[in-house]
């Protein structure tokens, strides 16, 4: 068992790159688009942190998935995955993860190219909030050190 923080992000689609950056950010494993290089990063009994851009009324938010929920997430598009999908195929596969969270931003743009100053401000806000409970887990995050980095790469999408 480990802890395991996956970014998740297109970074040819503006915001939605923001998790694939942060993880990058933060030395974490980026996965970029690839929801099937998470699902093989991913080991029975882990707890996993996403971070990854979500359509949603908050500006960022952290959800817990419920890793032993029986109703699967259908799979319509076979070359992207979910973080959703990605648990659900890890449970199939026999390697669920014991806890499964994912640390989501509002995009505020996804048009190419680069990540947007709201995003980034979003991450900040996420990050700080949310910096005692990834703690708890050993997850140390210096939140000013990823926000510089994030500025330093917004432009670079590969």
């Not at 099937?36 to 991913?42: H, K, P, R």
């Not at 887990?137 to 510089?148: A, D, S």
């Amino acid at each position: 068992m480990a802890v395991k923080i996956i970014g998740m992000g297109n970074r040819l689609y503006g915001d939605d790159a923001i998790g694939s950056l942060t993880a990058e950010c933060m030395n974490a494993f980026d996965a970029e688009a690839n929801g099937f290089q998470a699902l093989a990063y991913i080991e029975k009994d882990d707890i996993v942190f996403f971070i990854d851009a979500m359509v949603m009324d908050e500006e960022f938010n952290l959800f817990k998935v419920d890793v032993d929920k029986d109703d699967y997430a259908e799979i319509s598009d076979p070359h992207r995955l979910s973080p959703i999908q990605v648990i659900s195929l890890s449970k199939k596969s026999g390697n669920a993860p014991k806890e499964a969270y994912i640390l989501a931003i509002k995009p505020e743009r996804l048009d190419w190219p680069g990540v947007s100053d709201k995003a980034i401000e979003r991450v900040n806000g996420l990050l700080t909030k949310y910096k005692n409970f990834l703690e708890k887990f050993g997850i140390k995050v210096n939140v000013q050190e990823v926000i510089n980095c994030l500025k330093e790469r917004r432009n670079s999408p590969w």
